[in-house]
């Protein structure tokens, strides 16, 4: 009996400390995320970026079902590739990256939503109608993965049918929490729904509500939504007004906000070569 108790103390001692591990793991990509994020010099974060890409791969070959870590990966990738990488083929591996690493997340998480990607449109929505508010996080990390990786294959018709599923992701985890991820999810639906004019099958009006909420829910910081509706709504209905003005917004703020900071650096630059273009455009 107690050589039987020392085991089982022994085994519950090596659980908690790999539990421990994992935790100290996770935080550790979390803040390196946080800390990347925060950071207001794109240069230095082009320079050390790939430091901690690798970094993070080492991580998760070390604790490969840690759905935290896995996301925190898939945010970092995404992260990188959008902002620096202007390689067309080096994109697409590191967007395949982003979402391998948030599918394997998602296939550990929420195995029916990760059978379901492969069925037709309507059934997969079906299957989403299960999905409750506590599996939010990796649904929505999956369904940023996706888009990024989307964004980098739209070359591919068999990629871009995969854009109703997409949209039905981002609507269910609007419609779990539309304040998750600071309006995150208003912010891709405006993104999908402004792509074309509405002679085409586009939806800018209702792409302009969701600009407007993901604006409401970010208190203004995240600073891409008005670069995104100035790009992607002003220059769709042809309003060179409200294009200038949502530009000349964005590059007098400051931009300096907790978790908005490198993304409102790059919209600044973005705003810039965009209001260049905009006598010529319109």
Not at 177 to 186: A, K, T, V, Y
Not at 222 to 249: C, G, P, S, W
Request: aromatic residues 8%; proline residues 3%.
């Amino acid at each position: 009996m107690l050589k039987a108790s020392f085991t089982l103390s022994v085994i519950l001692l090596i659980t908690s400390c790999a539990s421990l591990v994992s935790s100290v793991t996770s935080d550790m990509a979390d803040n390196m995320t946080r800390a990347i994020l925060n950071q207001n010099d794109l240069q230095t974060v082009r320079d050390g970026a790939p430091a901690y890409l690798l970094m993070i791969d080492s991580m998760i070959e070390g604790d490969p079902d840690n759905s935290r870590l896995l996301l925190s990966g898939a945010k970092l990738y995404a992260s990188y590739t959008t902002l620096f990488v202007d390689d067309e083929d080096r994109a697409k591996r590191l967007s395949e990256t982003s979402l391998k690493y948030a599918r394997s997340a998602l296939c550990q998480e929420i195995d029916s939503v990760c059978q379901a990607l492969s069925t037709r449109p309507a059934e997969f929505i079906e299957t989403l109608s299960v999905v409750s508010r506590s599996d939010l996080p990796v649904l929505y990390g999956f369904a940023s993965a996706w888009a990024g990786w989307i964004q980098k294959n739209s070359a591919d018709w068999n990629a871009l049918a995969e854009l109703p599923k997409l949209t039905a992701i981002f609507e269910r985890c609007v419609e779990l929490d539309d304040s998750f991820d600071n309006g995150g999810g208003h912010l891709y639906l405006a993104v999908l729904a402004t792509q074309l004019p509405a002679n085409l099958g586009g939806k800018p009006e209702k792409g302009r509500q969701h600009f407007e909420r993901a604006r409401e829910l970010s208190s203004g910081h995240n600073l891409m939504v008005d670069v995104f509706m100035a790009q992607y709504y002003a220059r769709t209905i042809f309003d060179k007004e409200l294009h200038d003005q949502l530009l000349q917004t964005v590059m007098a703020d400051a931009g300096v906000y907790p978790g908005f900071t490198l993304i409102n650096t790059f919209a600044q630059e973005k705003a810039t070569k965009l209001l260049a273009e905009s006598d010529e455009y319109f």
